[in-house]
């Protein structure tokens, strides 16, 4: 009876080891696979050629104690070889521009260099100013180093008296200029108070 109990109490050992063992075992082989494999492979959160990724920015440029202009986007990626930041549903502040005021461009997308100022937007385009003015553009560029905005295709620009069209724009913030290069287009909307006078 004691040489029974003691085999069976034997065997619960070796199957209790040998069951522990193979735990220990699956283990090593698992925590090798995991530890051989990529990064990328295992967390899969970063595109290729992607350093970082934001899933929100601000950002806000400072010149003599005052900020500049300010940028936001819902995303973000950064490459750091080319040190250029890709951006999603970009929007764009402009402060002190000159006559223009406050100055606000929206886009869907756009790239900005970050050390250079420079910001390139597209995909449905709007620029408006404290003057009520609205510019809709293709592809706009904003240089916040020279502080100018300019765009080499179709333009359409509202103004509470002006509707003006045409092909390629400039407009020198701080010196309250803006320039059409060609096709330009206009119509003169008559002030309330003429409309008034005739009514």
Do not use: C
């Amino acid at each position: 009876m004691g040489n029974k109990w003691a085999s069976t109490f034997n065997l619960r050992w070796i199957l209790a080891i040998l069951i522990l063992g193979s735990l220990v075992l699956l283990t090593a082989v698992l925590w090798r696979q995991l530890e051989n494999r990529p990064a990328e492979e295992s967390l899969e959160i970063l595109p290729k050629k992607v350093d970082l990724a934001l899933g929100k920015l601000h950002y806000t440029q400072n010149e003599d104690g005052q900020s500049s202009w300010s940028l936001s986007a819902d995303q973000a990626e950064y490459l750091r070889e080319s040190g250029q930041a890709r951006l999603d549903q970009v929007h764009l502040e402009i402060f002190r521009a000159g006559e223009f005021g406050k100055v606000t461009l929206d886009a869907g997308q756009g790239q900005l260099l970050q050390e250079s100022q420079q910001l390139e937007v597209w995909d449905q385009v709007v620029v408006r100013t404290s003057r009520q003015e609205r510019l809709v553009a293709d592809r706009l560029h904003y240089d916040g180093v020279q502080r100018r905005l300019t765009a080499d295709g179709q333009i359409e620009l509202q103004t509470p008296r002006v509707e003006l069209t045409g092909k390629g724009l400039q407009i020198e913030l701080d010196q309250g200029r803006l320039l059409l290069k060609s096709g330009v287009r206009m119509l003169v909307h008559p002030a309330q108070q003429e409309l008034n006078t005739r009514e």
